[in-house]
């Protein structure tokens, strides 16, 4: 099949330039200025942006196990509409994705029915319960690009530094989730003033922290890279900042919720803003923007994590954390970056699509002739209310329902397979 893509402003991490795409079986053929040809589908980008398939480095697709909240396929639907044409699932399923066998479904399975690449990420240790080592060599060979205990932390600092060597050996990248679980415990909220007049405990700003400098202090020991996941405080940011001075090699994320909410959005007791790490306040915005703007912050991930309407339909204090995030994240960081003139768009591309694919040693990100056809038509000038009931996520947990954005995707292509087209789900 041939595709061609015309008048569209095609963006690299690079540069921005008027180009028109070809895409042949698959494969990107041609990227020059003002050729025609003929093809079998063809786009007239004009005003819109053409970009490199969005690469999350963070989600959850509950299967495994937890189908009803989630599954490869709407899960795969889902990042497809939101521009994501790769995806790396954590390894919190159930059975958790601890061994080969689990990992060979998700691939397989994913291959077989899901609409994106998905690669799965295996765990750390067995069951996530930072006690004993995973197989990660097994999880290597069967497919996996990464390890993380991801929901949890590996507390025992003599496994995480067994875990760092052994992904050492394996050359399999390290994603932390930074959580001191001790100080944690039974907090619901971001930990201040506001929690305390709602009558929720809260979790202290130190229990990410201590977390983030224990796995800055074993990396910089080892000289094996990590990447630190969801980064919500000030002080993280700068921890991270102090540490990549020093050259240790260090990369981290933020998601869109921790750069355009506080902890403002749970008043009323609202369970669509509980997440972990929790929501913070206005100057960790500020810090989480500014470490994204001179690269501290290297990439922006969704921890796009889906729940039943019933797990969030509850108290506060009993209700799941987690939102979904697949079909909102590119319009909000466009909105909340872009748009408002912290970042320019090559340098969000770089963020959504060629670092997180290099963190994670994975051939994409990129639009080049000879490279897979995985590419996303953005139009910037769609304004639209973000409305959950037309989200094609089995879940609906966003706290985000009738937010006004701009820009929208159009159409996303996958291996040169057109799976949104229209602003809407291909068959």
């Not at 291959?111 to 290597?140: N, R």
């Not at 799941?320 to 909102?328: L, P, R, S």
Request: charged share 25%; aromatic share 6%; proline share 4%.
């Amino acid at each position: 099949m041939k595709i061609l893509i015309k008048n569209g402003t095609v963006v690299t991490d690079q540069q921005e330039n008027r180009l028109n795409l070809m895409i042949e079986n698959g494969i990107i053929t041609r990227m020059e200025a003002g050729f025609n040809a003929q093809a079998d589908e063809i786009f007239d980008a004009a005003g819109c942006y053409v970009l490199p398939g969005l690469v999350d480095a963070h989600c959850h697709l509950r299967d495994p196990g937890d189908e009803y909240k989630e599954d490869i396929v709407t899960g795969t639907r889902s990042a497809a509409m939101g521009g994501f044409t790769s995806i790396a699932c954590m390894a919190n399923t159930n059975p958790v994705a601890d061994n080969k066998a689990v990992i060979r479904y998700i691939i397989d399975k994913a291959q077989h029915e899901g609409f994106v690449h998905v690669f799965p990420i295996g765990a750390m240790t067995k069951g996530l319960l930072g006690e004993e080592l995973a197989a990660i060599g097994e999880m290597k060979e069967a497919g996996i690009a990464g390890i993380s205990d991801d929901g949890r932390s590996v507390e025992n600092s003599q496994v995480m530094h067994r875990v760092m060597t052994y992904a050492h050996m394996f050359d399999v990248p390290v994603i932390c989730h930074s959580e001191d679980l001790r100080l944690s415990e039974g907090g619901v909220m971001n930990e201040g003033e506001l929690s305390t007049r709602m009558g929720l405990r809260g979790i202290s700003k130190a229990s990410e922290e201590i977390m983030i400098a224990r796995d800055i202090i074993l990396s910089e020991r080892t000289k094996v890279p990590v990447h630190l996941c969801h980064v919500s405080t000030a002080l993280g940011v700068d921890l991270i900042r102090k540490a990549k001075e020093r050259g240790v090699p260090v990369t981290a994320e933020t998601c869109p919720h921790y750069f355009t909410l506080t902890e403002k959005a749970c008043e009323g007791y609202n369970t669509l803003a509980k997440m972990n790490p929790p929501l913070r306040n206005e100057e960790d915005i500020e810090a989480i923007i500014s470490g994204l703007c001179d690269g501290t912050v290297d990439i922006i991930a969704t921890d796009h994590a889906p729940h039943h309407s019933d797990e969030k339909n509850v108290e506060f204090d009993k209700a799941a954390f987690g939102i979904i995030g697949f079909e909102t994240a590119l319009s909000l960081s466009y909105t909340a970056l872009v748009k408002a003139g912290y970042l320019t768009m090559s340098q969000l591309v770089e963020k959504m699509s060629k670092k997180p694919a290099e963190i994670l040693r994975l051939d994409k990100g990129e639009l080049l002739p000879g490279k897979m056809a995985d590419v996303v038509i953005f139009n910037p000038d769609e304004n639209y209310t973000i409305d959950v009931e037309k989200m094609v996520s089995k879940s609906k947990n966003s706290p985000y329902h009738g937010w006004s954005v701009s820009g929208r995707v159009i159409a996303t292509i996958v291996n040169g397979k057109i799976v949104v087209k229209d602003g809407k789900p291909t068959a």
